[in-house]
């Protein structure tokens, strides 16, 4: 192992998790936000996590997505994109069943 790839997976380790802005849709009953973390294979793994409701009945939902990501910032930036589209085009005006009731 080279110096270069140790200090590497010394950094990583020491990363706190990294977030995303919240993306809202339009009657700001649903948000979507990323979760970036590191993964002991090497790479970067990614979650979408999701709220619904308002305070004092909220529901959140956390799924993982299905990809390993070579660099932070590739999974943050493909994360926050996938965020922005549920919240912003698939779930614009409603949140999803699953998590309503």
């Known amino acids: 192992m080279s110096i270069k790839s140790l200090l590497t997976r010394i950094q990583r380790r020491f990363l706190p998790r990294c977030f995303s802005d919240w993306f809202r849709n339009e009657r700001d009953n649903y948000r979507v936000r990323a979760l970036v973390y590191p993964l002991q294979s090497g790479g970067w793994g990614a979650d979408l996590v999701c709220r619904t409701g308002h305070a004092g009945r909220r529901r959140t939902l956390r799924s993982q997505m299905n ?19 549920l919240a912003t085009l698939r779930y614009r005006f409603s949140a999803p069943a699953s998590l309503s009731h």
Not at 67 to 85: D, G, L, M, P, V
Request: net charge positive.
């Open 67 to 85: 990809r390993t990501f070579t660099s932070r910032r590739e999974a943050i930036r493909t994360a926050s994109e996938q965020a922005n589209h």
